[in-house]
């Protein structure tokens, strides 16, 4: 079998994505129910309030919609690729090759056009920074200080997934028209 069926019925094909097939809803559910850390986290903590936590950011640094749109989006490949740890990635050159192509796709669909290089620039400053607080709050190290850059209030307490779910398609449709297409 060369797709995996998404949560919306889908049969899609993620070495082959097509960007009619890429839907907020699949996304939204699929990444409520991805835990970060790889588990390893006090609570369960999913990829979605992750990626919220880092549109939001994006929104009190004052950057643009755009921006925040692709904070909210950066791992959204996850959904359809599941998470690997950053470690893990560097011995995985054909899975980051992948999940490159798809998140270029994602990033299309929701955005009409990939970030350039600046925007993405931001989008990585504030990953890395989320992830040393998320560190810092969710486990028993610090990893850097860059979790003192932090400006939103993130509320990094367990959720239900479905409620997850739908703060990150709701933040989606306020963020981009084209999921109302």
């Known amino acids: 079998m060369s ?10 094909d993620p070495l082959a994505p097509r960007p009619e097939q ?22 369960f903590y999913s990829v979605a309030q992750h990626s919220l936590a880092c549109s939001y950011e994006a929104e009190a640094r004052a950057f643009s919609a755009r921006v925040q749109l692709a904070c909210l989006l950066h791992d959204a490949a996850e959904a359809y690729l599941s998470d690997v740890t950053r470690p893990m990635k560097t011995l995985m050159p054909q899975l980051c090759a992948a999940e490159d192509r798809l998140l270029d796709v ?3 669909r929701f955005l009409d056009e990939a970030p350039d290089e600046s925007e993405r620039a931001l989008v990585s400053e504030i ?19 860059r979790w003192r850059k932090i400006r939103c209030a993130v509320d990094i307490r367990w959720e ?12 989606l449709r306020e963020l981009s028209p084209a999921v109302l297409e």
């Open 3 to 12: 797709y995996i069926t998404t949560y919306g019925g889908i049969h899609f």
């Open 22 to 43: 890429i839907l907020a809803e699949d996304i939204a559910h699929a990444l409520s129910l991805i835990c970060r850390g790889n588990g390893h986290v006090r609570h």
């Open 106 to 108: 994602i990033w299309r």
């Open 127 to 145: 990953d890395d920074d989320m992830l040393s607080y998320e560190f810092h709050v969710l486990m028993p190290e610090d990893i850097s200080d």
């Open 160 to 171: 239900e997934p479905e409620l997850a779910a739908a703060r990150f398609e709701k933040r």
